[in-house]
């Protein structure tokens, strides 16, 4: 309700043609008084419409309804988020008055009490499909002349837009498939093709607050799938490919350190995109910032160091390091590299980032098995932790601080595991238990695979024996205690080997569900072919099986047959029990 009675507010003040207007106001099923409010100014002002919908019907459908019932020549979809200033009205009609072919006008919107840039003017790229982005979005307009100028383009945001009567006319309402997103551009392409001239007016200048209204965001990957196509037929030829993906690049950077500022990755990538689009006098802030960021974090102790292994598939790694400079909010950690023999483009781009200080990269040619890889790893690390990470896994936010917390707080835990996801939600990994074969033989595996990632039994925070290597955390001093991983295994049971070793010392072993990353699971072994690792207990020339072999002669007498004791403390089912 306060961001609509600011708009109000602002509206009234600075429109000397208040009393001349037709202000219609929509009210999707407000629950916190705004209906009060509003019904309040209808009995206040004589110019005021108000249509109260009994649920969200959502953006296209409310504007449709307002547009519906405008009786004048121009209509003007505004947010409630905006704050207009002085002007923002009449020069707007001064744009749309000044040839009879301009159909819609766009104001310049900047974020509240700045002057960073949230419109000016939309553009397209084609990044494997086209995207619509705000262009100069989160750039301070004194560095983007353009902003202060008038000028045709090809789309608007609708969050302040006028459009002529007309237009309507020709081509209809906006299209109520979309969902509180791209409608706007939608309608732009339809104007644009139907012969209208589209105006950016860069003096109906409004401060725009973005998106506070909940579940904003819920439908945007489904209507930007509808966009591209209902329109793929003739996107291309708005598209400025190369300089408008390095502008959209140069956006999604800008939005990560706006949520993270300690996010040097993307201060770093900041760098080079600035430079490449030619805007030498904020690659200049951007260089001093990062220069002062990354000596913080090269000289600061690192409390977590990482280590993963690669070989190849650099676009897994990049979104591997991207999303753990991402999701780390101090700069306490450092990321070692170790590097087996990649022959792609992985060991030319880690020379760049290691030569920024943004890792440490060890390089194996011939290249070592998981268990070589990790142990180069650790021992050049300077971390109070250790974190065992596959270049496949996407962490989310807040896993390094309960990490942290838990080995902090808590020093029997001597290892930590976390709540692994497939990349549709389902769970990959929630500790791993053993269970006892036909044959005698215990066997492990991870329990409730499959299951719903939110599921109770997966969200338990919990004692195990093992968990998975593919994201493990282990206190140094223990790794060094154990002599680190068994280098007999390959590729196979070394996380199981250190789990019970460390379990063996007195330590617990913990699956620790509150941190969680997706899993893409296997990238280095689907390379190498699977078939190589799959468990055949009668085939000899199994590596798994001869990992599995090797496992059992040193732990068997010690590994405890466990699966049913979590299924009867869940009130699960136990699929195991009549195999």
């Not at 949230?118 to 499909?129: E, N, S, T």
């Given at each position: 309700?306060?961001?609509?009675?600011?708009?109000?507010?602002?509206?009234?003040?600075?429109?000397p043609?208040?009393?001349?207007?037709?202000?219609i106001?929509?009210?999707?099923?407000?629950?916190?008084?705004?209906?009060?409010?509003?019904?309040e100014?209808?009995?206040?002002?004589?110019?005021?419409?108000?249509?109260?919908?009994?649920?969200?019907?959502?953006?296209?459908?409310?504007?449709?309804?307002?547009?519906?019932?405008?009786?004048?020549?121009?209509?003007?979809?505004?947010?409630?988020?905006?704050?207009?200033?002085?002007?923002?009205?009449?020069?707007?009609?001064?744009?749309?008055?000044?040839?009879?072919?301009?159909?819609?006008?766009?104001?310049?919107?900047?974020y509240?009490?700045?002057?960073?840039?949230?419109?000016?003017?939309?553009?397209?790229?084609?990044?494997?499909?086209?995207?619509?982005?705000?262009?100069?979005?989160?750039?301070?307009?004194?560095?983007v002349?353009?902003?202060?100028?008038?000028?045709?383009?090809?789309?608007?945001?609708?969050?302040?837009?006028?459009?002529?009567?007309?237009?309507?006319?020709?081509?209809?309402?906006?299209?109520?498939?979309?969902?509180?997103?791209?409608?706007?551009?939608?309608?732009?392409?339809?104007?644009?093709?139907?012969?209208?001239?589209?105006?950016?007016?860069?003096?109906?200048?409004?401060?725009?607050?973005?998106?506070?209204?909940?579940?904003?965001?819920?439908?945007?990957?489904?209507?930007?799938?509808?966009?591209?196509?209902?329109?793929?037929?003739?996107?291309?030829?708005?598209?400025?490919?190369?300089?408008?993906?390095?502008?959209?690049?140069?956006?999604?950077?800008?939005?990560?350190i706006?949520?993270?500022?300690?996010?040097?990755?993307?201060?770093?990538?900041?760098?080079?995109?600035?430079?490449?689009?030619?805007?030498?006098?904020?690659?200049?802030?951007?260089?001093?910032?990062?220069?002062?960021?990354?000596?913080?974090?090269?000289?600061?102790?690192?409390?977590?160091?990482?280590?993963?292994?690669?070989?190849n598939?650099?676009?897994?790694?990049?979104?591997?390091?991207?999303?753990?400079?991402?999701?780390?909010?101090?700069?306490?950690?450092?990321?070692?590299?170790?590097?087996?023999?990649?022959?792609?483009?992985?060991?030319?781009?880690?020379?760049?980032?290691?030569?920024?200080?943004?890792?440490?990269?060890?390089?194996?040619?011939?290249?070592?098995?998981?268990?070589?890889?990790?142990?180069?790893?650790?021992?050049?690390?300077?971390?109070?932790?250790?974190?065992?990470?596959?270049?496949?896994?996407?962490?989310?936010?807040?896993?390094?601080?309960?990490?942290?917390?838990?080995?902090?707080?808590?020093?029997?835990?001597?290892?930590q595991?976390?709540?692994?996801?497939?990349?549709?939600?389902?769970?990959?990994?929630?500790?791993?238990?053993?269970?006892k074969?036909?044959?005698?033989?215990?066997?492990?595996?991870?329990?409730?695979?499959?299951?719903?990632?939110?599921?109770?039994?997966?969200?338990?925070?919990?004692?195990?024996?093992?968990?998975?290597?593919?994201?493990?955390?282990?206190?140094?001093?223990?790794?060094?205690?154990?002599?680190?991983?068994?280098?007999?295994?390959?590729?196979?049971?070394?996380?199981?080997?250190?789990?019970?070793?460390?379990?063996?010392?007195?330590?617990?072993?913990?699956?620790?569900?509150?941190?969680?990353?997706?899993?893409?699971?296997?990238?280095?072994?689907?390379?190498?072919?699977l078939?190589?690792?799959?468990?055949?207990?009668?085939?000899?020339?199994?590596?798994?099986?001869?990992?599995?072999?090797?496992?059992?002669?040193?732990w068997?007498?010690?590994?405890?047959?466990?699966?049913?004791?979590?299924?009867?403390?869940?009130?699960?089912?136990?699929?195991?029990?009549?195999?």
């Amino acid at each position: 309700m306060e961001l609509t009675k600011q708009c109000i507010d602002s509206i009234v003040i600075n429109t000397p043609e208040f009393n001349n207007i037709q202000l219609i106001i929509i009210d999707n099923a407000s629950t916190d008084g705004t209906n009060s409010y509003l019904s309040e100014l209808k009995h206040k002002w004589g110019n005021v419409q108000l249509v109260s919908n009994t649920e969200n019907l959502g953006f296209a459908k409310a504007c449709n309804q307002g547009i519906k019932a405008s009786k004048a020549k121009y209509t003007i979809l505004l947010n409630n988020d905006i704050i207009v200033t002085k002007g923002w009205l009449s020069n707007m009609l001064k744009e749309a008055e000044s040839s009879p072919n301009i159909g819609i006008v766009g104001s310049r919107l900047l974020y509240p009490n700045s002057d960073i840039i949230q419109h000016i003017g939309v553009k397209f790229a084609k990044y494997g499909i086209v995207y619509p982005y705000h262009y100069s979005k989160l750039r301070s307009q004194r560095y983007v002349p353009e902003s202060e100028i008038s000028s045709d383009v090809d789309c608007v945001t609708f969050a302040s837009v006028l459009i002529k009567e007309e237009v309507f006319e020709r081509i209809g309402l906006l299209d109520e498939e979309y969902r509180n997103s791209y409608e706007d551009v939608d309608f732009c392409i339809r104007a644009k093709e139907s012969g209208f001239r589209i105006r950016y007016c860069a003096d109906s200048l409004l401060y725009h607050f973005e998106s506070q209204r909940p579940h904003r965001n819920d439908y945007d990957r489904q209507n930007f799938e509808l966009f591209n196509r209902k329109w793929e037929a003739v996107l291309e030829k708005y598209c400025d490919n190369e300089k408008g993906v390095l502008e959209l690049y140069d956006i999604w950077a800008r939005e990560e350190i706006q949520k993270n500022p300690n996010n040097i990755y993307m201060l770093f990538q900041l760098c080079n995109f600035s430079k490449q689009l030619d805007r030498w006098a904020e690659y200049g802030l951007f260089q001093q910032e990062f220069d002062e960021k990354i000596s913080k974090y090269k000289n600061l102790g690192p409390i977590l160091s990482i280590i993963i292994p690669t070989h190849n598939k650099w676009e897994v790694t990049n979104r591997c390091l991207q999303k753990i400079f991402e999701t780390i909010r101090n700069l306490n950690f450092e990321i070692i590299i170790v590097d087996n023999n990649s022959t792609d483009v992985t060991l030319r781009n880690l020379e760049v980032m290691e030569n920024s200080g943004l890792v440490r990269v060890i390089r194996n040619n011939p290249e070592k098995t998981y268990a070589e890889s990790n142990n180069q790893g650790a021992k050049v690390a300077r971390g109070k932790y250790l974190v065992f990470m596959n270049n496949d896994i996407l962490p989310f936010e807040n896993w390094s601080e309960k990490i942290i917390e838990i080995f902090e707080n808590h020093p029997e835990v001597g290892i930590q595991g976390a709540k692994l996801v497939y990349p549709n939600g389902l769970i990959q990994h929630s500790g791993i238990v053993f269970r006892k074969l036909r044959n005698g033989q215990k066997h492990h595996y991870h329990i409730y695979l499959g299951k719903q990632g939110d599921d109770i039994c997966v969200s338990k925070s919990r004692e195990m024996q093992a968990v998975t290597g593919a994201f493990l955390a282990i206190r140094r001093e223990l790794f060094e205690l154990v002599q680190g991983f068994d280098e007999y295994y390959h590729f196979g049971h070394e996380d199981l080997d250190i789990c019970l070793a460390v379990r063996k010392l007195g330590y617990k072993v913990w699956y620790n569900s509150e941190v969680c990353a997706i899993h893409l699971e296997s990238a280095t072994k689907k390379l190498k072919g699977l078939e190589k690792f799959a468990l055949k207990l009668n085939d000899p020339n199994s590596i798994d099986y001869k990992n599995y072999i090797y496992f059992h002669r040193k732990w068997g007498d010690f590994v405890q047959i466990d699966d049913n004791k979590y299924y009867q403390e869940d009130k699960e089912f136990n699929p195991f029990t009549n195999v």
